[in-house]
């Protein structure tokens, strides 16, 4: 099966402007998530979505970090306005459980690496 | 809250040497988890998992780890270890009815000739 699709892999911009990810998961996962893995320290959830409802996103800086997930299969995230502390990876990731369900391990993406100048 | 804590930032190893991976867990409800191994520029992959029964759980690549309740342990391990092997290692708890995992702050395997 094809794996967890993101774009782009590599993105520099500098502070103030704004930036948006894309992750396409694996096809029927009910699941999706964002990461956050800044450089030496492991990922944090940012955002989680059960088909196109969010379910948790109490790490989201909501002032302007967003996401969305309009169909319930790909999804954008979108930073406005990046500041320096944003450099990091952003990881896409997909399972089929949904509330209670029994799939424990995520597909993770590849990510992309932001670095914000 | 539920946490990870990993033991060790930097674990160098000759080849073909044993090493063992630290994690410990706090956890206050039932304790599925998890070992992810991420490679340079990709992103992470699991290794293997421990939902319940037998409290040694052998995954991919020769690793293995063993789930330890009294001492809230889930140290990785591996007889023998490969150039290959270099990599960043993460413990992960699952948190919450939404499968939401909780990861440590990894640990570097630096493998030596």
């Known amino acids: 099966e094809a794996g967890v699709a993101q774009s782009p892999r590599y993105k520099i911009i500098e502070k103030r402007q704004s930036v948006a990810f894309w992750c396409n998961p694996i096809?029927?996962?009910?699941?999706l998530y964002w990461y956050q893995q800044i450089l030496g320290q492991g990922p944090k959830l940012l955002i989680q979505?059960?088909?196109?409802?969010?379910?948790?996103d109490s790490q989201l800086p909501k002032d302007r970090f967003s996401a969305e997930r309009l169909k319930g299969v790909d999804s954008t995230l979108k930073i406005q306005p990046a500041k320096l502390e944003d450099s990091a990876v952003y990881l896409c990731?997909?399972?089929?459980?949904?509330?209670?369900?029994?799939?424990?391990?995520?597909?993770f993406g590849s990510g992309t690496r932001l670095t914000v100048v | 809250a539920q946490s990870v804590t990993q033991l060790d930032s930097q674990v160098p190893v000759f080849e073909e040497a044993p090493v063992e991976l630290r994690c410990n867990y706090s956890?206050?409800?039932?304790?599925?988890l998890f070992w992810y191994v991420q490679y340079p520029n990709q992103g992470l992959q699991l290794l293997l998992k421990?939902?319940?029964?037998?409290?040694l759980v052998k995954g991919i690549n020769g690793f293995e780890a063993e789930f330890n309740k009294s001492q809230t342990s889930f140290h990785l391990r591996k007889p023998s270890v490969h150039i290959s092997d270099t990599a960043e290692y993460f413990c992960?708890?699952?948190?919450?009815?939404?499968?939401?995992?909780?990861f440590g702050a990894g640990t570097r395997l630096a493998v030596h000739p």
């Open positions: 990731a997909s399972s089929q459980g949904g509330q209670g369900g029994f799939n424990y391990g995520y597909t």
């Open positions: 096809s029927g996962h009910a699941t």
């Open positions: 979505f059960q088909n196109n409802g969010v379910v948790d």
């Open positions: 956890s206050s409800v039932s304790v599925y």
């Open positions: 421990y939902l319940s029964g037998s409290t």
């Open positions: 992960a708890v699952r948190s919450g009815g939404y499968n939401k995992l909780i």
